[in-house]
């Protein structure tokens, strides 16, 4: 007679990968107010239609009162922690790089990574969930 170890457990473990997986799981986590690497702005993420976008809702420099409401996180499609297919624009110069958000798992840091000429050249920054 053979013992099945995972008898018990099985459907609390299936359950629980189908939840860390899942795209609507995860934009959970990345939902919600972030301070950029340099603390010079505030980012409200929110999802609309399945796809993830940031805006500015506020800055450190009175001078750049202007980008507040500027979206510059646009149409991210999750998969798991990751967002792809997205764009990031540099709200300084206000143009557009091709992008990926990387959550962490305990959601609270995001990699804002941008890619430009064939991903020849990119950067990365950390933010910071402060909601």
Sequence with gaps: MSKNIFKNHTIPLLVML???????????????IWQTENNLAKVEIYENKNLIYGKIISVSDPKNNSKIGLLILKKFK??????????????????????????????????????????????????????
């Design 18 to 32: 189908v939840f860390s997986f899942h795209p609507i799981y995860a934009q959970d986590k990345i939902i919600g």
């Design 78 to 131: 999750p998969i798991g922690n990751t967002y792809h297919d997205g764009t990031i624009v540099e709200p300084n110069h206000n143009h557009s790089v091709n992008g990926t958000l990387e959550l962490s798992r305990d959601g609270k840091k995001l990699v804002v990574k941008g890619k430009a000429f064939l991903g020849l050249i990119s950067k990365s920054e950390i933010w910071t969930k402060i909601d």
